[in-house]
């Protein structure tokens, strides 16, 4: 895990976890990047300027009115010096006018002016991430491509508990190598499966479930990022097909998808099963609309679908095979179950619900793999995507050495 001479531009805004950031500069430092600091205002009165100054061995920006540095357009020269743009913390205040496209000060002016990606680390009272101005202004920055890292759930300054805690130190700094990638998998075949199954009742009608495939989908564009050759196979989601795949399948049900993900691992090295297939499909579909009878019940016969990932985990020789799990309460207990039973490399668990997995853009994971397991923070679903690629790559080649 290196980022050696990456340009990283830390923009801190007012907030208490403000400290946190001293953290994330040594952090980046220890791999070898730059890292210079961009201050609000508000920012100064809990950090000074000298301490991020002694961290970062770099001066320290924070207004727009410098006259020496502005002589030469220094707010241009850092917006195009920037690799990746981090805001951690970033409170709700400068969360609101990034998402209104204000730039009424330094920080917010280079996050306009510059073509780096932009990550940002909420951190506020846990009532105010509720509040739907915030949330609203959040997905407006997910719609444009803005990165959101966290918030974490946990005690809080204030003495309240819940969501909105900034992550620590090491999380953002993973996540910040993980967006670079590395060429990690580079040379590798990887198929990926993503979405849900739809099984047919009637023509009209079907058995599915909630799955957006988007998580799916932001695995096979990171791996494709880390240098794998990626088959993804997908369920009737409407996603475009991320930068990089080499090769795209449909399907609808659960056994074309496990037909085409049975071929098309023939010759990978890795599986990952993002898709959430369908257990069951409807024994005997009718072949016309089934007519409602008035006040009589209907009563499906049903019968249980292929299993992908025992399919391939039955196999004499087979690829590193990744799984997922869904769940609503007792994660661990299931995630490492399945883990055993179905003879898995790793699995990445997550709960479902309260603003998380299906149909949501933020996402947690917890990994799991014989004699190890490694939390991923919360995260918009392409972060979380390179970090779990990532932590795959590192377990393949541990398996494989």
């Known amino acids: 895990m290196q980022l050696a001479n990456r340009r990283i531009l830390l923009g801190v805004s007012g907030g208490i976890a403000a400290y946190k950031a001293c953290e994330l500069v040594r952090r980046l430092r220890d791999l070898g990047a730059q890292v210079r600091v961009v201050m609000t205002e508000s920012a100064t009165h809990f950090v000074s300027a000298t301490t991020f100054q002694a961290l970062s061995g770099e001066a320290v920006r924070v207004s727009l009115w410098d006259e020496q540095a502005e002589m030469a357009m220094g707010h241009i020269e850092l917006a195009r010096w920037a690799e990746r743009i981090i805001v951690a913390p970033a409170s709700a205040d400068l969360i609101a006018r990034l998402a209104h496209g204000m730039a009424n000060d330094l920080l917010t002016t280079l996050c306009l002016a510059s073509a780096a990606p932009l990550y940002v680390a909420p951190a506020m009272n846990q009532q105010m991430w509720a509040h739907p101005a915030v949330q609203e202004n959040v997905d407006t920055l997910r719609?444009?491509?803005v990165h959101l890292l966290g918030p974490a759930s946990g005690d809080q300054a204030c003495g309240d508990i819940g969501s909105g805690r900034m992550l620590e130190a090491l999380e953002l700094r993973e996540a910040l190598v993980a967006s670079f990638g590395d060429g990690a998998l580079r040379g590798l075949k990887m198929v990926v499966s993503a979405g849900p199954t739809y099984e047919d009742i009637d023509p009209v009608r079907f058995i599915g479930n909630r799955s957006s495939g988007r998580m799916g989908f932001a695995v096979a564009g990171a791996a494709a990022d880390a240098g794998a050759q990626v088959?993804?196979?997908?369920?009737?989601?409407?996603?475009?097909?991320?930068?990089?795949?080499?090769?795209?399948?449909?399907v609808r049900s659960a056994a074309e998808m496990h037909a085409a993900v049975l071929a098309a691992t023939a010759a990978a090295d890795i599986y990952v099963g993002a898709a959430a297939v369908g257990d069951y499909r409807p024994a005997s579909p009718a072949a016309q609309k089934i007519k409602k009878q008035a006040g009589a019940g209907l009563t499906l016969a049903l019968a249980e679908n292929p299993d992908i990932l025992a399919s391939l985990a039955a196999q004499t020789v087979h690829p590193f095979l990744v799984g997922f799990a869904a769940e609503t309460h007792d994660v661990a207990d299931y995630a490492q179950d399945k883990l055993r039973r179905k003879g898995l490399d790793m699995i990445a668990a997550n709960l479902v619900?309260?603003?998380?997995?299906?149909?949501?853009?933020?996402?947690?994971?917890?990994?799991?793999?014989?004699?190890?397991s490694l939390e991923l923070a919360r995260a918009d679903k392409e972060t979380l995507a390179r970090q779990l690629v990532a932590s795959i790559a590192q377990r393949y080649r541990a398996a494989r050495s």
């Open 353 to 372: 619900g309260n603003g998380l997995g299906f149909e949501a853009a933020d996402n947690a994971l917890n990994l799991y793999w014989p004699g190890g």
């Open 231 to 250: 088959t993804l196979v997908a369920g009737p989601v409407h996603l475009d097909t991320p930068r990089g795949v080499a090769r795209r399948v449909d």
């Open 143 to 145: 719609r444009r491509g």
